[in-house]
């Protein structure tokens, strides 16, 4: 509460917090200095992903890095968290990766995604997943894929859901 969690190309993760900011130097150093995003769990973790070096999970000072050969040494463009408890995890080249404890289940264009340039993701208040590449936008409902042809050869890079239900790409 009343804290700003920034991702930054060359500082790492910056918080904002009593009017101050200051660089999360957590113990053990792992964490890259280039991160794309950052998702705040339930339980007060973070996860972040990064370029070129995959995802790390962050409790207290401690950072763990999520092995898996689809996220290892990839950018993490976007994460979000179904109702399920599912996190979806968008990869720059290795498609979208779900995740539901140690399960993983990596999509790509040979399931149906526009492009395997992962370039935002949303899990909406439907329970639909909206995927955004960098040659369209896919939705993914009922256990497979869509494709919104308004949006063929367009880059969608980002996509919130408002309060009142409302989807803005």
Not at 14 to 21: D, S
Request: aromatic share 8%.
């Amino acid at each position: 509460e009343g804290t700003l969690w920034i991702s930054t190309q060359g500082s790492g993760i910056v918080v904002y917090r009593n009017g101050k900011f200051e660089q999360l130097l957590p113990g053990n150093k792992i964490l890259p200095k280039s991160i794309r995003c950052i998702k705040i769990n339930p339980d007060g973790s973070l996860l972040a992903g990064s370029n070129n070096q995959g995802l790390f999970l962050i409790r207290d000072t401690v950072v763990t890095q999520i092995s898996h050969p689809a996220l290892n040494e990839v950018t993490i463009i976007a994460l979000d968290e179904d109702r399920l408890g599912n996190l979806w995890i968008a990869t720059d080249g290795n498609g979208v990766i779900r995740k539901n404890g140690n399960t993983y289940v990596q999509f790509t264009t040979a399931n149906g995604l526009k492009s395997n340039a992962v370039t935002s993701i949303l899990c909406s208040a439907t329970e639909e997943v909206l995927i955004g590449t960098s040659q369209g936008l896919n939705v993914y409902a009922n256990g497979r894929f869509s494709r919104e042809s308004f949006f063929d050869d367009v880059q969608v890079n980002f996509m919130r859901q408002d309060r009142e239900g409302t989807i803005w790409l």
